[in-house]
């Protein structure tokens, strides 16, 4: 059986030594090569033709997900996104930039090691955080009119915004969504940005101006 060649991209070159060594420790895997940058992945990629690449996303200059949706104009190479992010704005990006798997750096050797295989064998794999996150997503009531109303915001800043106008804090809105504080928080201030207000009251009162009311 022929070895998964795989190209690992990540800046940190100690945990880039910990792949290697796990990748040539398994008998049907090949480390084609490492990259520590967007725009190096994007070259090794082209030049040695990889069947699976493990992604990282924060790198310097070009980003991990920038670099996914370049490479995979191309359909044979998959992609393993394996970052410490976790929140939902990094995971569907991934997702719409082709990646076919998301795991996080905490992952145990051996479920990398299946996550590269299933993948090199056509599957989807997500670690099991990232599934919870993706079933409560998608089972979630995801009304539209909010995203609609305002298209400069992402779906998740609509939602976002919705729970503001039922006066939703943002321990609250964390705790919904199983974000964290920090995420909430950033997302709030880029509500706050995108709608052009300084504060929870002049957004709520933007989204009631558009005819929105809070769901329920």
Do not use: C
Not at 69 to 85: C, K, S
Not at 135 to 153: C, K, M, W
Not at 165 to 179: D, F, M, V, Y
Not at 187 to 194: A, D, G, Q, T
């Amino acid at each position: 059986m022929e070895a998964v060649r795989v190209l690992v991209a990540d800046d940190n070159a100690q945990f880039r030594q910990g792949l290697r060594a796990l990748l040539t420790a398994s008998d049907d895997m090949d480390l084609g090569g490492e990259a520590a940058t967007g725009e190096e992945v994007i070259s090794l990629a082209e030049r040695l033709q990889p069947n699976i690449i493990l992604m990282d996303i924060s790198m310097p200059g070009l980003n991990g997900l920038e670099a996914t949706r370049r490479i995979l104009r191309g359909p044979h190479i998959g992609v393993l996104m394996l970052t410490m992010l976790e929140d939902d704005d990094s995971v569907f990006e991934a997702m719409q930039g082709g990646a076919r798997g998301y795991l996080l750096k905490g992952a145990l050797k051996a479920e990398i090691l299946r996550a590269i295989r299933g993948v090199a064998n056509g599957e989807a794999i997500f670690g099991p955080g990232i599934a919870r996150r993706l079933v409560q997503f998608f089972s979630s009531a995801r009304p539209q009119g909010y995203a609609d109303a305002f298209p400069e915001l992402t779906q998740r800043e609509a939602d976002i915004l919705r729970l503001l106008a039922e006066h939703r804090t943002n321990p609250e809105i964390a705790a919904q969504w199983s974000l964290a504080p920090k995420t909430v928080r950033n997302h709030v201030s880029n509500i706050f940005n995108k709608l052009q207000v300084a504060t929870r009251a002049e957004a709520i009162t933007r989204a009631r101006d558009a005819g929105l009311r809070p769901s329920g």
